[in-house]
C-alpha cells in the first residue's frame, strides 16, 4: 500500500512538473510569437503598407505575453495612419479605452486619448478622459492639460436687451422692455411679455403684467394669483416671495399664502436668509422670524437677483465701510465694498480703489489689483481688465479673456455676457455633452 502511495506522489510530482515546462514552453513561445509578428508588421508599416500590418498586430496584441504593449503601440500607430479609412477611427478608440480601463494605466494613455479627442474639438470627451486620468494617476501633466482646456466655451445665438444673473439653468431677459425667462442656451422658456418676472423656481416664476401679479408655469400657465392689493415683488426661493401691499413688504409662499410680519423691505432668500429691513436699519432673518443678523446695519450688501448669505456669511455697510459678519460676528477689516460669497469660492472686495478676492475667514487670497470684479461662482470670478471683462480661476489667473463689454457670474456652466450683440450666455463645453466646437 505504501509503494503505491509512493508510485502516485511520484507520479503526480511528474506529471506537475511536465505541465510547468508546457506551460513555461507555450509562454516563451507566444513571447517569441508576438515579436516575430510585431517585426513583420514593423516591416510592412515601413514600407507604408500599413493595411496588411494591422491583423499582424492584432493577433499579436491579443497574446497575454511580455510585447503586448509594443505590440499595442505599433497597432495605434497602424491606426491612425489608416484614419480616413471606414472603421479605423472607432478601433484606435476601442483600444485607447482598454488601455484606460486597466487597472495601472499609465498617464500617458488617458494624454493620449484626450488630444486625440481635442483634434477633433470634442472639447467634453477629452475632459471627461481627462478628470478619469487624473482620478487614477494624479499625473501633473494631464492635470496641465485639463486647465489649459477646461475654459472652451460655446456662445448663444439669442441675444438680449438686458438680463440678470443665472439662476437654476435659467435666466431673466429682457426684449423690448418686456420680459421673461431663457433657458441657459439662450432659448426662451416663458415669453417676453411681461413688465417684471421673478426668476423661475420650484416650477414657477411671479409675473407682473399691467396691475395683475400672479404666478406661470413653465408652459407659461397661469398658476396662481396674487390680492389685488400687492403692487410689487421681489425674487422667489425657499417657496418664499416677497410682497409690497398696503405701504409693507410681508412674505409669502409660491401660492401668495402671506405671513403676519411685516417689513420695511425684504429681499430674495437664499440658504433659507434673507436681507430685510425695520425701523431703518437692515438685518438678516431666517425662514420664521428669527434673526440671524440683527437688524442695526445701514446695508446688508446683497447680490443682483437680492441674495446675501453664503459660505456662513454676510458682507454688512456702516457708513461707508463694509465688514464681513460670520458666525463669529464682526470682523475688524473694513472695505469699500463687496459683493456677497456664491456658493463655492471666494467674496470679491474692494480696498483702496481695487478689487480683489479674499477666504470666508477674511484672509486675502487673490490681490487688490482689478478695476472691477464680481465673487466666484463655480470656480470662476468675473473681472473687469482696463475697460473690458473677462474670467479668472482661484489662481487669479486669467483663463477666459477679457473681450466682454460686461460679464456677470457663472452658475452650473453658464454665465451671461454682453457683446456688440447685446446679452449673451456662454457656456463652458464641459457642461455640454456631446458637443464640439
Known sequence: ???????????????????????????????????????????????DIFIRAVPLLEEAAEYNARHTSLAENELKRAYLALMDKRGFPRRYITLLEKQMNRKNAPPEVFIEAAEYYLSLFKIHDALEIMKSGIEKTGDENIIMLYE?????????????????????????????????????????IIPCIYDKISNFNIDRAIVKSGDAIYAVDKDNNRVSVADETVIDFNNYANNRVSLFAAGSWV??????????????????????????????????????????????????????????????A?????????????????ESDAYEDAHPFGKDGFAAVKRYGKWGFINKSGTEVIPFIFEDALSFGQHLAAVKVGEHWGFINKQGMVVIEPVFMEAKSFSEGSAPVLTDRGWQIITLLEYKKGVSL
Do not use: H
Open 1 to 47: 500500500m505504501r509503494m503505491y502511495i509512493r508510485v502516485l506522489i511520484c507520479i503526480s510530482c511528474t506529471v506537475l512538473l511536465l505541465v510547468s515546462w508546457i506551460v513555461a514552453a507555450n509562454s516563451k513561445s507566444a513571447s517569441e510569437k508576438q515579436l516575430l509578428l510585431i517585426k513583420e508588421a514593423t516591416d510592412m508599416m515601413n514600407e
Open 148 to 188: 489649459n482646456s477646461r475654459y472652451a466655451f460655446e456662445i448663444s445665438r439669442p441675444a438680449f436687451d438686458n438680463v440678470t444673473e443665472m439662476y437654476n439653468k435659467t435666466i431673466q431677459v429682457q426684449i423690448d422692455g418686456m420680459w421673461g425667462i431663457a433657458g441657459d442656451d439662450g432659448t426662451l
Open 251 to 312: 412674505r409669502a409662499t409660491g401660492d401668495f399664502e402671506t405671513g403676519s410680519s411685516l417689513f420695511e423691505d425684504i429681499k430674495m432668500y437664499s440658504e433659507g436668509y434673507a436681507a430685510a429691513k425695520i425701523n431703518n436699519k437692515w438685518g438678516v432673518i431666517g425662514l420664521s422670524d428669527k434673526w440671524l443678523v440683527p437688524a442695526e446695519f445701514d446695508e446688508i450688501i446683497s447680490d443682483e437677483l437680492g441674495r446675501c448669505f453664503s459660505q456662513d
Open 314 to 330: 454676510v458682507f454688512v455697510r456702516n457708513g461707508k465701510s463694509v465688514y464681513l459678519y460670520t458666525k463669529g460676528g464682526l
